[in-house]
């Protein structure tokens, strides 16, 4: 499959990179199937995965560390369908778990993905573009956008992101986005969220490899307790200037920032605004740095905070026929707007490959290793840490079977 169908899929797993800045990923889950057989104008595939898995701190509690061996299987179904003015694309999965000496962890639907994205080009000059993301976990940092881990609850994010695109002139492209992102969880002592940001930029090609561009981004924060405490509204505003530079054909950098100016019960506070990334393609697949600060929400822990992050993507595509890896270190530091509610570091290190054995079975590999450190005064009505201090490895191997189903 093309180029643009993979760079599509990693915008949703990155929920909205571009308007509210870095965030963090879901677990690396591997390129879509749809890449991995010959083209076709709709392609749908059906999968089935059984794994098994080692994980030595499934509550996310270096106080209270257990551990157990995992078997998951996962039905699921990738799908891309495009014509020369329309294409969309996507995965949904389903993940149940049986744990071999705490089966009351045991679950026959431990994990959702749901990933989905589209664009139309109405016009030569005007394109419509959505994104989504759904995302439900039992394991609270891989449900959140922003990581954090808060124990072992069920809970679920979604994010949705329609845009548009308008070439105005051969050198001038007007960008315009929504976004909606909702967490939800189990739990009466932990913050939920509904976040909704608006954001336009105006893109100025000022020679064949270097973009200007200026932009403007409002956002709206409504965090509550599952309980009757009362909630808490904030807005910001974020007016942006930076640039794209196409250093090489395969090299390209992105910069921007600016100041946010958070509105939170009537008190005002500045805090910077900064998103670099730079993207290398290489001969046997590509690379990129992402860097970030921006106003979010700390997950469960709730928000507005301050987030500093940092990480880098490595995917090895190329290299052997079959062979795909995926790795994709990351550090984050949370930290509130107002206060010293939260006060949060977290680390990831994923690590995927999967092998295609043959045109309809392929061998999974991962590793990941999370860390979490937190110095936040947040705590549960039983007056326990709502974030604990957190050191977890998960080991996995599995077999997939899958055949695609195509249609010229």
Known sequence: MSRTWRGSLLVALVIAFAPVAAQAQPPLIGPPLTERVPPARTLIIPSFTISGEYNDNIVLDNRNKIDDFIIGYTPGIDFAHQTPTYRIGGRVSATGEKFIDHDEFSNVLSRITFLLNGSYRLTETLTLNLDEAFLLSRDTHQATTEGVG????????NSITPGIAWKVDPRITVRASGNYILERFDNADLHESDVYHVDAVVEREVT??????????FGYFDIKK????????ATVHTPRIGAIARITDTLTLRAEGGPSFNLIRSDLHVTPFVLASMTQLLPWGEASLLGGISTTTAGGLGGPVV????GASVKVTKFMRGLAVEFAPRFNRLKSVAGNDVDLRTFTLPLYASYQVTSWL???AGYSFYRQRSDSSLRFASGASIANDADQNRVSIGIQVFYPFRFD
């Open 226 to 233: 599952s309980t009757t405490e009362p909630g808490l509204d």
């Open 150 to 157: 808060t124990g072992r609850f069920l809970s679920y994010s």
């Open 208 to 217: 064949r490899r270097f973009t200007a561009l200026a932009g403007y981004n």
């Open 307 to 310: 987030s500093y992050a940092v």
């Open 362 to 364: 392929a061998l999974t």
